[in-house]
């Protein structure tokens, strides 16, 4: 298989142009949806102090800005579906924006996890979802690049915002500080502003046979003239009246795809990942603690992270390149499977690690294999359910991982309280993630087949409807359907190419 | 002194002296009971040592030799209240650059202060060894001065009992050159903050100071006025100044209703047995007015490249609209030609039909 039959927008992506520039916003995006709860820590010092509360209570803080970015994912798509991409990241980063501000007049804990967690991280979930979304919209032939770019986004955000926010806190205290990051999550909206909606605009072909069609149909008011009339120009004249037919079931589904809950590649893909999410942020909390038991000093076990920070900014645009490239994209999957047991590799043989060295060769190989995943997260969801219904699966995936999300840390922490060992920790996150990555390997094997088995199916269908439509126009029978499909068939000729995408797509939408 | 080679003699006189002078230590230990019995022994080990600093090296009275013998099965058993170290400094000849080493001392103890200065073929044979306190001359028993094949060393034991006997203690070697090693003792240094911290008007703040290994008999707080230092007084302004002691080694003073008054240093002392030692913490007071600036500047930016953005798409796309319509304009023309030429062509086929 080529390229995957997912052209199902209904028009061709651009792939280039002002793409380019929405593939910016969405960095930023994606960049303060990611890096903003973890630069955050800084503040906890000086909070605990302030409002008198031990180290895991305000920890609460940043794991309910996480749960709430992530368990938001629906409410974000439902609003995506309905009003468009541009609208919910400005409106997420004016919420983001209030948090933060608000969170600077706070006087109790419970007051912060409000306004920072809650408001703040809904806030974060508006920004997320749409910029991924939007990316789909706007790419096809080039999606993994783009992909990885925006999601690059993360670890220079990530980069940026740790000193920031140090800075802040030296010159201003928290308070001054969390009302200066409420200004610059505002920069949100700016990367809103360049979300520009693209969609349904037809191609301009399309437009003139409908222009025209509405004009013959005004200059010849007699029904010879319906047959000259494209049927596709009159199924989308009359296209008002089949929407309300639809039932409410239906008229939810296009919120929310819940139908996704069927699709073989999304069940495939989110049994996969809630999995490997169990695994997958535990081991950069426990890096530097972990760095420091070994007796490193903490400057060198901060700068540990830092060099993950840097081979993950770098490995995610080379990743979405090769993922671009002719050899891999329509193999994507593997090559997801495969990152997520590399990542997983690594984890297992870090409790071999036990000098200063060894740790920085795990950080090089360990933000490699972060980078590798995050690029295709998103990317590889994308190639299985199509940019059409993204929009829903990104928000059902969202709210199935966020559970595992929140709780690998403190799993990880319970092992390592228990044991009095790091290794443990580590053996259970590489031994989740390769045995996500070997399960995801397996099952998109055989999704891979079938795939090629329906699609086989469907071209032989194809063929057989296509020689039945020959046998009848040879025939001498004298019925009308007879002669108005005699009569449909030339004039339908010039348009079957255009329609052959939406064939694709009624297609495309009966395998599943 | 001058310089003499070690023999059996004078190293168990050492050693005996040492171990009276360990009797003595017992007067100084936590433990009323042994004190009790020591005490009239230790008058006459006094004396019985002033017997020996007199008389010089060549000490024999039968009399302290008895009380020793008694003493040691005493200070046996109580030696360990006190701790015992030794801090040396090695010098690399004449040459060197003088050398400082820092002795941080928690409680009473006895140390011993070893300098030991490595001796080139071009160094004359004799070495004048002085040891100073604080730049004076000491005078003392307690050190001991040894020459062998490659260095001279000298060592001074000290039993350190209240805070005058802290301060600078220098070894000096002086021969055609002179050269000298510094052993600072101090209490525990105190941790502040390097940085200010910072806080708002009206707002709340906790200044922490720490003591990291060592725990300190009492905590007081200085806050400076001008400059002097004036004591924070918490139990005369209970709703401005809160100290916390949960933990001893930890001191929390917590300044409420803060005014621009507080923008000042704060000092938090820490009271040990053998001195006292202080850390700084310096509080900033803003106002609230300070980050509206950089906030006001920052949402302006925002506002200004929303605006930039949407115009530009409104430019490009009225630019498009125009394209458009110039191409529409051909097209239709180009599709009107076509129709009527469609017509007939349609017409023929209905008939062939």
């Known amino acids: 298989m080529s390229l995957p039959a997912n052209t199902d927008l209904g028009y061709t992506p651009p792939d280039g142009g002002w793409g380019w520039a929405v593939v910016f916003g969405a960095s930023i995006s994606v960049g303060f949806a990611y890096a903003f709860p973890k630069a955050f820590t800084v503040y906890f010092k000086e909070l605990r102090m302030d409002f008198n509360v031990s180290y895991s209570q305000i920890a609460w803080v940043t794991s309910i800005m996480c749960a709430t970015t992530y368990g938001g994912g629906p409410i974000s798509s439902i609003l995506v579906n309905r009003f468009g991409s541009r609208p919910v990241v400005i409106f997420g980063g004016l919420l983001c924006g209030i948090g933060m501000i608000s969170a600077a007049f706070c006087t109790s804990i419970l007051q912060l996890y409000i306004c920072v967690g809650v408001i703040s991280g809904f806030g974060l979930a508006l920004n997320l979802q749409p910029s991924v979304i939007i990316i789909g919209k706007y790419f096809l032939k080039r999606r993994p690049i783009a992909n990885g770019l925006a999601m690059a986004g993360s670890p220079v955000m990530l980069s940026t915002l740790a000193p920031l926010n140090q800075f802040l806190f030296d010159n201003f205290g928290w308070r001054g500080s969390f009302f200066i990051l409420g200004a610059i999550l505002l920069n949100c909206c700016v990367a809103g502003a360049l979300f520009r909606p693209i969609g349904m605009a037809a191609d301009p072909v399309q437009k003139q046979t409908i222009k025209q069609a509405e004009k013959t149909v005004k200059e010849q008011p007699n029904n010879s003239s319906i047959e000259m009339v494209p049927p596709k120009t009159v199924s989308l004249l009359s296209g008002t009246e089949d929407e309300e037919d639809k039932d409410c079931c239906e008229k939810f589904n296009k919120y929310l795809d819940f139908s996704l809950f069927k699709h073989r590649g999304f069940l495939i893909y989110l049994i996969g990942n809630v999995l490997m999410f169990l695994g997958f942020f535990a081991p950069i909390v426990f890096l530097a603690p972990y760095a420091k038991h070994l007796g490193i000093d903490e400057y060198s076990a901060a700068f540990l992270l830092s060099i993950l920070a840097i081979v993950d900014m770098i490995a995610r645009p080379i990743t979405g390149i090769i993922a671009n490239s002719k050899w891999v994209r329509p193999k994507i999957q593997y090559f997801f499977s495969f990152s997520i047991a590399f990542n997983g590799a690594c984890h297992l043989l870090c409790p071999l690690a036990t000098g200063y060295t060894g740790l920085v060769i795990y950080s090089v190989f360990f933000g490699l294999g972060f980078g590798m995943v995050c690029a295709m997260l998103f990317e590889t969801l994308m190639d299985l359910v199509g940019a059409a219904r993204f929009t829903s699966a990104v928000g059902l995936v969202t709210i199935a991982e966020c559970c595992t999300i929140l709780l690998g840390p403190p799993i990880g922490g319970t092992l390592i309280d228990t044991f009095g060992d790091y290794k443990y920790m580590f053996i259970k996150c590489g031994a989740v993630m390769v045995l996500a990555g070997t399960f995801l390997f397996i099952m998109n094997y055989y999704n891979y087949r079938m795939l090629a088995k329906e699609e086989r199916e469907r071209k032989a269908t194809e063929e057989t409807m296509k020689d039945n439509k020959h046998i009848r126009t040879e025939t001498e029978d004298g019925n009308i359907w007879a002669k108005e499909k005699m009569q449909d068939g030339p004039e339908v000729e010039p348009l079957t190419d255009e329609k052959e995408g939406l064939k694709k797509e009624v297609n495309g939408k009966s395998e599943v | ?353």
């Open chain 2, 1 to 353: 002194m001058r310089g003499s080679g070690s023999g059996s003699g004078p190293g168990s006189m050492r050693l005996r002296l040492l171990l009276s002078l360990a009797a003595l230590w017992l007067s100084d230990a936590n433990e009323p009971g042994t004190a009790m019995t020591t005490r009239d022994i230790n008058q006459q080990t006094r004396e019985s040592i002033s017997d020996y600093t007199v008389k010089g090296h060549d000490l024999s009275t039968p009399g302290s030799h008895l009380s020793t013998q008694d003493f040691n099965q005493q200070t046996e058993e109580n030696i360990s209240n006190l701790t015992s170290a030794m801090y040396s400094i090695s010098i690399d000849g004449f040459s060197s650059a003088p050398v400082e080493e820092n002795v941080t001392l928690y409680s009473p103890a006895n140390i011993t202060l070893l300098c030991s200065l490595t001796r080139t073929s071009t160094d004359s044979a004799t070495v004048e060894v002085t040891w100073k306190k604080d730049n004076e001359r000491v005078e003392s028993s307690n050190v001991t001065i040894n020459e062998i094949q490659n260095a001279w060393s000298t060592q001074y034991t000290l039993k350190i009992r209240d805070r005058n006997q802290m301060g600078n203690y220098a070894c000096v070697f002086k021969s055609d050159q002179e050269v000298k090693a510094t052993f600072h003792l101090q209490v525990p240094q105190i941790e502040g903050k390097d940085h200010h911290v910072v806080s708002y008007v009206g707002d709340s703040v906790v200044l922490v100071c720490k003591s990291l290994k060592y725990i300190p008999i009492n905590w007081i707080w200085y806050m400076s006025n001008g400059s002097d230092q004036v004591a924070v007084n918490d139990s005369l302004m209970p709703d401005k100044y809160i100290v916390d002691e949960k933990y001893a080694n930890i001191t929390k003073l917590k300044i409420l209703k803060i005014s621009e008054k507080d923008d000042r240093s704060y000092w938090c002392q820490a009271v040990f047995k053998l001195g006292e030692s202080k850390g700084k913490v310096s509080l900033k007071v803003l106002t609230y007015m300070t980050p509206l600036k950089p906030f006001l500047a920052i949402a302006a930016e925002v506002i200004i490249l929303v605006a930039i953005i949407f115009l530009y798409e409104m430019y490009s796309k009225k630019k498009q609209m125009h394209a458009e319509d110039e191409k529409e304009f051909e097209q239709i023309e180009q599709l009107k030609s076509e129709d009527s030429n469609g017509v007939e062509n349609s017409t023929t086929r209905h008939r062939k039909v």
